[in-house]
């Protein structure tokens, strides 16, 4: 079981330590409420940097983690002590009642080369070490969407081993036309965002023009969640 569990209130208007009062959880939790709406990357850096633990995990507030997550990836990060952080597959689960594997095919372990083409880490499956998280700075609050492929690509440009495990899935992923990765145009700005940002590394990486290809592939992207909203093609 985890030793803390740390809430973070992204300056709701209601804020969520009045309702934690009512519930059998005050006591268990700690709440806290940031300095201003800082999005979902500073949202992360605010609860990790509270965070009194070495093991580091992060859930968003529409999923859910199966129960085993925990020990299963505090086990195998006690089993491979030079790996940093491990990460898992989902399942999906939709308003109307369908169930499906999600992100369960990514590569054994992160690299430059699987991260710049968005074979992302879904950090609300990530453990990670906190020494890795203050040895790139967090994530990049720059970013509302893809901090999650932009801190995929800084960890593994710095060396830091992240593994993947598909089975079993580790986190219960809710999908509706409401969830933040489905908005077509900021999807669209941070996919150029991402280019901007590691351009350099994309040429060197896959040689020159490869920034072209990725900025079509985001184009492409786009038009596809414009058509198919509420199911990123990820």
Known sequence: RADEILIVDDCSSAPVSDFIATTRFQGSVHVLRTDRNRRIAGARNWGWRHARGNLIAFLDSDDLWEPYKTELQAQYLREHPDVAGVYGGMRAFFPDGRVQPWAHDRPSRVTVDNALVDRNISVQTLMIRRDALEGIGGFDEDFGILDDQDIAIRLAQQGYLIDFIPEPPVTRLRRNNNNYSSKAALYFREDLLINRKHH????STYGPGSNRV??????ERYWRK?????LPGR
């Open 200 to 203: 350099d590394l994309m040429e």
């Open 226 to 230: 414009l058509r198919f909203m509420g």
């Open 214 to 219: 990725h900025f079509g592939r985001a184009i």
